[in-house]
Protein backbone atom coordinates (compact mmCIF):
# COMPACT_ATOMS: atom_id res chain seq x y z
CA UNK A 1 0.00 0.00 0.00
CA UNK A 2 1.52 3.52 -1.00
CA UNK A 3 2.23 5.51 1.79
CA UNK A 4 3.96 8.94 2.77
CA UNK A 5 6.96 8.57 4.34
CA UNK A 6 9.22 11.03 6.25
CA UNK A 7 12.81 11.47 7.40
CA UNK A 8 14.41 11.80 9.85
CA UNK A 9 11.90 10.61 12.05
CA UNK A 10 13.46 12.79 15.35
CA UNK A 11 15.76 15.77 14.75
CA UNK A 12 16.89 17.66 17.78
CA UNK A 13 18.62 21.22 16.92
CA UNK A 14 19.89 24.11 18.82
CA UNK A 15 17.99 27.20 18.70
CA UNK A 16 18.73 29.47 15.77
CA UNK A 17 19.71 26.86 13.18
CA UNK A 18 18.29 25.63 10.11
CA UNK A 19 16.33 22.14 9.62
CA UNK A 20 15.08 20.58 6.66
CA UNK A 21 12.30 17.95 7.04
CA UNK A 22 12.05 15.38 4.18
CA UNK A 23 8.62 13.85 2.74
CA UNK A 24 8.23 11.74 0.13
CA UNK A 25 4.73 11.86 -0.43
CA UNK A 26 2.37 9.13 -2.66
CA UNK A 27 3.65 8.66 -5.71
CA UNK A 28 0.95 9.72 -8.29
CA UNK A 29 -0.25 12.93 -5.52
CA UNK A 30 -0.22 16.22 -6.98
CA UNK A 31 -1.52 18.23 -3.68
CA UNK A 32 1.13 18.14 -0.63
CA UNK A 33 0.60 19.58 2.97
CA UNK A 34 2.88 20.36 5.90
CA UNK A 35 0.65 19.97 9.85
CA UNK A 36 2.24 20.70 12.87
CA UNK A 37 1.41 19.60 16.54
CA UNK A 38 2.51 20.65 19.41
CA UNK A 39 2.32 18.21 22.11
CA UNK A 40 -0.65 18.00 23.65
CA UNK A 41 -2.71 20.17 21.21
CA UNK A 42 -4.10 19.93 17.83
CA UNK A 43 -3.18 19.30 14.67
CA UNK A 44 -2.54 22.47 12.79
CA UNK A 45 -2.28 23.12 8.85
CA UNK A 46 1.26 25.12 7.81
CA UNK A 47 0.99 25.31 4.32
CA UNK A 48 -0.41 23.70 1.04
CA UNK A 49 1.29 23.46 -1.85
CA UNK A 50 0.34 22.29 -5.87
CA UNK A 51 1.81 22.74 -9.03
CA UNK A 52 4.81 23.52 -7.78
CA UNK A 53 3.63 26.88 -5.49
CA UNK A 54 1.67 27.31 -2.22
CA UNK A 55 -1.57 27.74 -2.44
CA UNK A 56 -2.74 28.03 1.20
CA UNK A 57 -0.89 28.76 4.23
CA UNK A 58 -1.67 29.54 8.34
CA UNK A 59 -0.97 32.40 9.71
CA UNK A 60 1.50 30.41 11.80
CA UNK A 61 3.60 29.51 8.70
CA UNK A 62 5.60 33.05 8.43
CA UNK A 63 8.97 33.84 6.77
CA UNK A 64 10.90 31.59 9.01
CA UNK A 65 8.93 28.95 7.00
CA UNK A 66 9.42 27.92 3.15
CA UNK A 67 8.47 24.76 1.37
CA UNK A 68 10.04 23.25 -2.11
CA UNK A 69 9.51 20.61 -4.34
CA UNK A 70 13.24 20.22 -5.14
CA UNK A 71 12.72 17.01 -7.64
CA UNK A 72 9.86 14.78 -8.54
CA UNK A 73 9.43 12.59 -5.07
CA UNK A 74 10.91 14.83 -2.29
CA UNK A 75 8.87 17.93 -0.70
CA UNK A 76 10.93 19.86 2.11
CA UNK A 77 9.93 21.85 4.84
CA UNK A 78 12.92 24.45 5.99
CA UNK A 79 12.41 25.97 9.17
CA UNK A 80 15.65 28.95 8.63
CA UNK A 81 16.19 29.74 12.48
CA UNK A 82 14.55 27.55 14.77
CA UNK A 83 12.75 28.96 18.11
CA UNK A 84 12.21 26.51 21.18
CA UNK A 85 8.50 26.85 20.54
CA UNK A 86 9.21 25.42 16.90
CA UNK A 87 9.36 22.46 18.62
CA UNK A 88 6.27 19.61 17.93
CA UNK A 89 5.17 16.95 15.47
CA UNK A 90 5.38 17.97 11.94
CA UNK A 91 3.38 15.77 9.44
CA UNK A 92 3.74 15.67 5.96
CA UNK A 93 0.36 14.97 3.92
CA UNK A 94 -0.50 14.28 0.22
CA UNK A 95 -4.04 13.86 -1.43
CA UNK A 96 -4.96 12.93 -5.10
CA UNK A 97 -6.61 16.11 -6.72
CA UNK A 98 -9.82 13.74 -7.79
CA UNK A 99 -9.98 13.16 -3.85
CA UNK A 100 -10.15 15.20 -1.08
CA UNK A 101 -9.16 12.44 1.65
CA UNK A 102 -5.32 13.25 2.59
CA UNK A 103 -2.81 10.81 3.71
CA UNK A 104 -0.31 11.36 6.45
CA UNK A 105 3.21 10.83 7.15
CA UNK A 106 5.08 9.18 10.50
CA UNK A 107 5.71 12.47 11.51
CA UNK A 108 9.19 14.31 12.73
CA UNK A 109 9.69 14.71 16.01
CA UNK A 110 11.24 18.32 16.33
CA UNK A 111 12.79 19.11 19.18
CA UNK A 112 14.88 22.59 19.67
CA UNK A 113 17.43 23.04 22.36
CA UNK B 1 -11.12 29.23 11.27
CA UNK B 2 -13.42 26.83 13.40
CA UNK B 3 -14.91 24.48 10.91
CA UNK B 4 -16.32 21.94 13.35
CA UNK B 5 -17.09 20.84 16.65
CA UNK B 6 -16.87 17.67 19.10
CA UNK B 7 -17.27 16.77 22.40
CA UNK B 8 -13.62 16.71 23.76
CA UNK B 9 -14.40 13.68 26.01
CA UNK B 10 -12.97 11.52 27.14
CA UNK B 11 -15.76 9.08 26.63
CA UNK B 12 -15.10 6.04 28.69
CA UNK B 13 -16.67 2.77 27.68
CA UNK B 14 -15.91 -1.09 27.99
CA UNK B 15 -15.35 -3.57 25.91
CA UNK B 16 -18.38 -4.51 23.47
CA UNK B 17 -20.23 -1.36 23.85
CA UNK B 18 -21.44 0.69 21.40
CA UNK B 19 -20.60 4.37 21.25
CA UNK B 20 -21.23 7.40 19.15
CA UNK B 21 -20.23 10.75 18.58
CA UNK B 22 -21.85 14.16 16.89
CA UNK B 23 -19.70 16.70 15.09
CA UNK B 24 -21.24 20.09 13.61
CA UNK B 25 -19.90 21.62 10.61
CA UNK B 26 -20.33 25.65 10.21
CA UNK B 27 -19.84 25.37 6.83
CA UNK B 28 -22.70 24.73 3.99
CA UNK B 29 -20.70 24.61 1.53
CA UNK B 30 -18.85 21.45 2.71
CA UNK B 31 -19.56 18.62 0.37
CA UNK B 32 -16.92 15.84 1.66
CA UNK B 33 -16.37 14.62 5.41
CA UNK B 34 -13.81 12.81 6.92
CA UNK B 35 -13.47 11.02 10.30
CA UNK B 36 -9.95 10.82 11.24
CA UNK B 37 -8.51 8.62 14.35
CA UNK B 38 -5.15 9.40 15.75
CA UNK B 39 -3.45 7.34 18.22
CA UNK B 40 -1.38 9.29 20.97
CA UNK B 41 1.86 10.47 19.15
CA UNK B 42 0.80 9.06 15.86
CA UNK B 43 -0.49 10.55 12.44
CA UNK B 44 -3.64 11.09 11.97
CA UNK B 45 -4.86 8.09 10.02
CA UNK B 46 -8.33 8.31 7.56
CA UNK B 47 -10.57 6.33 8.87
CA UNK B 48 -13.74 6.77 7.15
CA UNK B 49 -15.17 9.15 4.38
CA UNK B 50 -18.99 10.41 3.55
CA UNK B 51 -19.80 12.04 0.64
CA UNK B 52 -23.37 10.99 0.55
CA UNK B 53 -25.44 10.26 3.45
CA UNK B 54 -23.37 7.69 5.50
CA UNK B 55 -20.79 5.11 5.16
CA UNK B 56 -20.67 1.68 6.97
CA UNK B 57 -17.66 -0.65 7.32
CA UNK B 58 -17.82 -3.26 9.72
CA UNK B 59 -18.40 -1.49 13.17
CA UNK B 60 -17.83 1.91 11.87
CA UNK B 61 -21.15 3.27 10.78
CA UNK B 62 -20.67 7.68 10.02
CA UNK B 63 -23.98 9.18 8.71
CA UNK B 64 -24.24 12.83 7.59
CA UNK B 65 -26.99 14.83 8.13
CA UNK B 66 -27.03 17.83 6.25
CA UNK B 67 -30.52 19.84 6.91
CA UNK B 68 -28.53 19.84 10.88
CA UNK B 69 -24.91 20.39 9.88
CA UNK B 70 -23.64 17.35 11.72
CA UNK B 71 -21.64 14.07 11.05
CA UNK B 72 -21.97 10.89 13.36
CA UNK B 73 -19.67 7.99 14.25
CA UNK B 74 -20.79 5.14 15.76
CA UNK B 75 -18.76 2.38 16.91
CA UNK B 76 -20.43 -1.09 17.56
CA UNK B 77 -18.41 -3.81 20.06
CA UNK B 78 -15.89 -1.32 20.92
CA UNK B 79 -12.22 -3.15 21.31
CA UNK B 80 -9.35 -1.77 23.60
CA UNK B 81 -7.68 -0.88 20.02
CA UNK B 82 -10.18 1.52 18.94
CA UNK B 83 -9.06 3.65 22.09
CA UNK B 84 -7.56 7.02 20.43
CA UNK B 85 -8.98 10.64 19.29
CA UNK B 86 -11.44 10.72 16.83
CA UNK B 87 -10.96 13.75 14.33
CA UNK B 88 -14.00 15.02 11.80
CA UNK B 89 -13.33 16.85 9.41
CA UNK B 90 -15.59 19.16 7.29
CA UNK B 91 -13.37 20.85 4.31
CA UNK B 92 -15.36 23.60 2.44
CA UNK B 93 -14.55 23.34 -1.51
CA UNK B 94 -10.69 22.55 -2.04
CA UNK B 95 -9.60 23.88 1.26
CA UNK B 96 -6.66 21.72 3.30
CA UNK B 97 -8.17 20.10 5.72
CA UNK B 98 -8.68 21.74 9.25
CA UNK B 99 -8.46 19.39 12.48
CA UNK B 100 -10.48 20.55 15.75
CA UNK B 101 -9.05 18.70 19.15
CA UNK B 102 -11.65 15.71 18.56
CA UNK B 103 -12.99 13.46 20.40
CA UNK B 104 -11.03 11.51 23.13
CA UNK B 105 -12.89 7.55 23.29
CA UNK B 106 -11.43 4.97 25.67
CA UNK B 107 -12.49 1.48 26.03
CA UNK B 108 -11.86 -0.09 29.18
CA UNK B 109 -11.36 -4.06 29.80
Known amino acids: EPEVTQTPSHQVTQMGQEVILRCVPISNHLYFYWYRQILGQKVEFLVS????????KSEIFDDQFSVERPDGSNFTLKIRSTKLEDSAMYFC???????????FGQGTRLTVV | RKEVEQDPGPFNVPEGATVAFNCTYS??????FFWYRQDCRKEPKLLMS???SGNEDGRFTAQLNRASQYISLLIRDSKLSDSATYLCVAPPGNTPLVFGKGTRLSVIA
Open chain 2, 27 to 32: NSASQS
Open chain 2, 50 to 52: VYS
Open chain 1, 49 to 56: FYNNEISE
Open chain 1, 93 to 103: ASSDPGAREAF
